[in-house]
């Protein structure tokens, strides 16, 4: 291969993750710390200081996207849904009995999917009843919920406003009827409208739009009306990705098996990067502030993310649900990734969880340090008092090579700042401050 070719092939969108949702890469978690380092980790009292937040993983939808790559159920009746909020339900019981879990308060919520909205009013109000009697979550910083479109009412939404919702996230992704169907999205542009509404009567504190850059069949002209229209709109916040193909999506498996199912291409790494900081500059220009690599917020004093803020900061949270992750007194642990293993595990009165890692304090700095810095800064005194880690010292050669490319604005005592070109390609930089042996292995 040609010098001159390899710029070219790393551009271009090839299967594999992109985002780096954690570290030490999930592959590296295992079944043996399971009992060794999650179960322990359970049953002792935990930090008093160190904040505690749920995440419920509802893991149904109408239409598998082609993009997903997250446990989802399409084909589950009214009963097998019904089922499966009933053990969702048992799963917090039996957290909540855990010495590390037992009479904290919960500082976020977030129900996420799969298609939280996908659930009934009914199903929702009964689902909250019996979490709220396991543990109250009044008075909870930021409750999320992630919502598609096509499934809200308008009773749907007053019922999700009635539960305490803070943030409300509608999955919006694109405005092109022809681009939503090409990548298997279930809702439709008339209904964003609709929704957006109904949510704007309801006086829900924070109204996020999430787009994703990149999309199957996206155009340079079809980019340009998405960002037009989010902005008619007048969202708190909006959350834009760019988009990746992990090994477990459908467009992924038709790649690699050459089947060609797909035929309009995903566009390469740099084209997703300019339509992100042409959608960036817009909002900025209509008086928005980019909070991270993902979001621009409206008004920087109200508007929050308490998940991510928390969670990249070492966070505890409780993971419900099928697949889904938490993070407890230092060790990271998964849930069962099938219905079946799941279902049985909790039913038996255990906390189902399939896989475990208990990350040195090294390696806790180093994930602190590679989250936060997709808010594009990070503080070095941070890390020196909770770690006692000169992060300019420790990291001098890589600090240096990220000024060198250009992507770095400033490393000093006091900050160290990306430059926005750094910020959106910050995913493929982060893995140059892990531990070798991470680097180049399997993410999931």
């Avoid at 179960?39 to 598998?64: E, M, N, Q, T």
């Avoid at 790649?255 to 300019?274: A, C, D, I, M």
């Avoid at 982060?430 to 991470?438: K, Y």
Wanted: proline letters at 5%.
């Amino acid at each position: 291969m040609s010098e001159e070719s390899r710029p070219a092939l790393a551009d271009q969108t090839d299967v594999g993750s992109y985002f780096v949702a954690t570290y030490p890469p999930f592959s590296v978690w295992s079944r043996e710390a399971v009992d060794r380092d999650a179960r322990p980790a359970l049953a002792k009292p935990a930090d008093a200081s160190v904040p505690l937040g749920l995440y419920l993983h509802i893991p149904f939808c109408r239409k598998r996207c082609h993009f997903c790559y997250f446990r989802v159920y399409t084909d589950k009746n009214a009963q097998e849904v019904s089922h499966y909020l009933d053990i969702l339900a048992r799963e917090w019981e039996l957290y909540a009995q855990q010495k590390a879990i037992a009479g904290r308060p919960l500082n976020f919520v977030y129900f996420g999917g799969g298609t939280p909205s996908f659930l009934s009013t009914q199903q929702l109000k009964s689902l909250v009843k019996r979490l709220s009697a396991t543990a109250s979550w009044k008075d909870a910083e930021e409750i999320t919920f992630e919502c598609e479109p096509g499934t809200l009412t308008e009773p749907k939404i007053a019922a999700i406003r009635d539960m305490g919702v803070t943030r409300l996230s509608l999955g919006v992704e694109n405005f092109d009827d022809r681009i939503l169907e090409l990548n298997g999205r279930a809702h439709r542009s008339p209904e964003i409208g609709q929704a957006f509404r109904y949510a704007r009567k309801m006086d829900f504190p924070q109204i996020n739009i999430d787009l994703i850059a990149g999309m199957l069949g996206e155009t340079e002209e079809n980019w340009r009306v998405c960002v037009e229209k989010t902005l008619e709109l007048d969202p708190d916040s909006v959350t834009i990705y760019q988009m990746e193909l992990p090994y477990n999506t459908t467009i992924s498996k038709d790649l690699l098996k050459g089947t060609r199912l797909f035929e309009e291409p995903v566009v390469n790494w740099s084209t997703k990067r300019r339509w992100v900081a042409e959608a960036f500059e817009a909002l900025e220009r209509a008086g928005y502030t980019v909070r991270s690599a993902y979001t621009a917020v409206k008004d920087p004093s109200r508007t929050k993310f308490i998940y991510t803020d928390r969670l990249w900061q070492g966070a505890d949270m409780v993971g419900l649900g099928v697949a889904s992750f938490g993070h407890v007194n230092g060790v990271h642990m998964q849930n069962y990734d099938t219905w079946e293993t799941y279902s049985e595990a909790v039913g038996g009165g255990e906390i189902p969880l399939s896989r475990a890692y208990r990350p040195t304090g090294d390696e806790r700095m180093i994930r602190e340090l590679v989250l936060q810095l997709k808010l594009g800064s990070v503080r070095p005194e941070y890390f020196t008092n909770k770690y006692g880690v000169d992060i300019l010292r420790r990291f001098h050669d890589e600090l240096t090579s990220l000024k060198h490319e250009g992507y770095l604005k400033e490393a000093s005592e006091r900050i160290v700042s990306l430059t926005r070109d750094g910020l959106l390609r910050v995913d493929v930089l982060l893995p140059r401050f892990f531990h070798p042996e991470h680097v180049g292995i399997r993410y999931t």
